[in-house]
C-alpha cells in the first residue's frame, strides 16, 4: 500500500514536470492537474456501481485503475490549456475570447476520446468471462473517472483559465520582451 502510494505521488509529480516544461509555466499544470481529483471521485463512484451488482474489492489492480487516471484525464485539460495559449500567444486574442474559442474547438475531440475509451472499457466491467473478475475493478474505475472527469473539467477549467490566464500571460510577454544586455 505504500509503494502504491509512492507510485502515485511519482505519477502525479511526473506529469507536472512534463506540463511545467510544454507549458513554459508551473501555474498552468496546477490548473491542470485539478482534474485529476475529478477523475478520482469519478473512480470512486465507478466502483460503488459495480459493488451494486457484484462485489468488488479494492485490489491492487483497482487502485492500479487510479493511477491510470492520472495519465489519461489530464489529457482533456491540456488540450483547453494548449489551445487557449496558442490563441493568446500566436493568434494575439484576448483571454477571455481564446478561452471560449478553445473550448469550443476542442469539445469535439475531448468527448470523442472519451466515449471510445469508455465504450471500450465497458465490456471488461460489464461483461463476464475467464479472467473479467480480475480486471473488472480496474475497467470501473477507468470508466467512472473518465466518465465524471470529461463533463466536469469542461465545466472547471475555462473558469480557472479566465482567473488566472491573464496574470500568468502578462508576467509570460514581459519575460518574453526582456532583452539582457548584450544581446
Known amino acids: 500500500w505504500d509503494l502504491m502510494r509512492l507510485n502515485l505521488l511519482l505519477a502525479l509529480f511526473i506529469v507536472y514536470l512534463v506540463m511545467a516544461v510544454l507549458f513554459e509555466s508551473f501555474l498552468y499544470p496546477f490548473i491542470i492537474l485539478l482534474s485529476v481529483p ?41 488540450l483547453i490549456v494548449h489551445q487557449t495559449l496558442f490563441h493568446i500567444r500566436i493568434e494575439g486574442m484576448n483571454v477571455s475570447e481564446s478561452i471560449t474559442e478553445a473550448t469550443r474547438n476542442r469539445i469535439r475531440p475531448i468527448f470523442m476520446s472519451t466515449l471510445t475509451s469508455v465504450f471500450g472499457m465497458m465490456p471488461l466491467v460489464l461483461f463476464p468471462g475467464a479472467g473479467s473478475e480480475l480486471y473488472r475493478g480496474l475497467g470501473s474505475v477507468v470508466v467512472g473517472g ?12 475555462p473558469p480557472l483559465l479566465t482567473v488566472f490566464a491573464a496574470a500568468a500571460e502578462s508576467v509570460h510577454f514581459e519575460d518574453s520582451n526582456h532583452v539582457t544586455p548584450g544581446e
Open 38 to 78: 475529478l477523475a478520482t471521485a469519478g473512480g470512486v463512484v465507478g466502483l460503488a456501481l459495480l459493488n451494486l451488482i457484484t462485489f468488488q474489492p479494492l485490489d491492487m489492480l483497482t487502485l492500479l485503475g487510479f493511477i491510470i487516471l492520472v495519465g489519461i484525464v489530464v489529457n482533456n485539460a491540456i
Open 146 to 157: 473518465l466518465a465524471l472527469s470529461a463533463m466536469l473539467t469542461l465545466i472547471i477549467i
